[in-house]
């Protein structure tokens, strides 16, 4: 397969929000305490929401930055490439990067909206988690039909709220929601407890895919409080193992025929090992009365999940094994992990290596996630012009080049995209 002739469709990518997310769709009486972004002294921009302030982390949007200015340090808007949160601008980058669709997961919200989860007041967290969702199926999708794939957050707190909310946004036409990878961290029950059943019954109704993305469940590993970033940065990624036992030992894959789990930004070289075990464990321990209705474990995994990866060149040589059929590619835009621009490229060399013919490449780059995720990646945008050579050749100005943290600054200074209060 040549490289212009791919088409790619990325499961996990990333929006900082802008500081108009809530505007429009806080209700009047709610304005004064919807959450607001506020420039500190030091020229970083912060959250401010029930008082509490909430930094805009730097690694949240290194696209295009020098490696030496990454960090977990605050950032602004100023200093970050505008693709980052502003939509016109994302899609530029996505035409150079040869993505024709992307899901976006919040950033400030938390991925699967945390943020309001912890509200102190309940009532005006639900408000402004729908918000949220307004926003970001009715202006940062809706205003590019046919580039992104909508995703909601839900009230977890709250199980009627969490379903009215599947439905309400259903009615929008979106088809997948974030959730917590392991909600029991969050105070809740796990995926195990009856108590998910009307949402599991909801989002198996509407034909949802239920991201659960990683950096969520971390606090399921005890780790010394001495440790470095990488244990945190690297360990983050094998939740996803916790996760599916979670759900593969519980009720939930054999309740629900229809539900959907996608595993975001875990990879895949997890998968091999754990389907192995899984099917050793049922079948040499049957005392613990485990029935999985004349299959095994690893069948029923596959009948529910979508795993994606950025960069997992050896375990991609296991894709006949994993199953070629639930794989699927991100680009995890404007993260530290990103692949951009050059995602075609990595990806077509990391399939070539394992071995995959065009048909395989097409499923893992584009076809997996339309079918799993009801996407008709044709129905605005014709297939002749969503190739990467045909996306890219409308990018052809978009600057590609490495710029410091300071550059952005003075770019944004000399024309700034928002107006930011100060302190």
Known sequence: MNVEDMIIVSIDDHVVEPPDAFDAHVPA????????????????????FEGKVVAIVGLNATVSWPKEEWGFDPSSLAEMRPGAYLVQERVRDMNRNGVLASMCFPSFAGFSGRRFQEADDKDLGLVMLRAYNDWHIDEWCASHPGRFIPLAIGPVWDMDALVAEVHRVAAKGCRAISMPEMPHVQGLPTYQSDYWDPFFTAVSDEDFVVCLHIGQGLDAIDMGPDLSYDNFMVLSTQVSVLCVQDLLWGPALRKYPGLKIAFSEGGIGWIPFLLDRVDRHYVNQRWTGQDFGGKMPSEVFREHSLACFISDPTSLKLYREIGVDIIAFETDYPHSDSLWPDAPETLLSQCEG??????????????????????????????????????????????????????????????????????
């Open 354 to 423: 394992a071995g995959c013919s065009d048909e395989d490449i097409d499923k893992i780059s584009w076809r997996n996630v339309a079918r799993f995720c009801g996407y008709d990646p044709f129905a605005v945008i014709p297939k002749e012009q969503a190739t990467v050579g045909a996306l890219r050749a409308q990018a052809r100005d978009v600057e590609t080049a490495v710029i410091s943290r300071r550059e952005w600054r003075a770019r944004y200074e000399a024309d700034p995209h928002y107006e930011v209060a100060t302190a």
């Open 29 to 48: 009486k709610y304005k004064d305490a919807a959450p607001r972004l506020v420039r500190d002294e030091q020229g970083c921009e912060n959250w401010v």
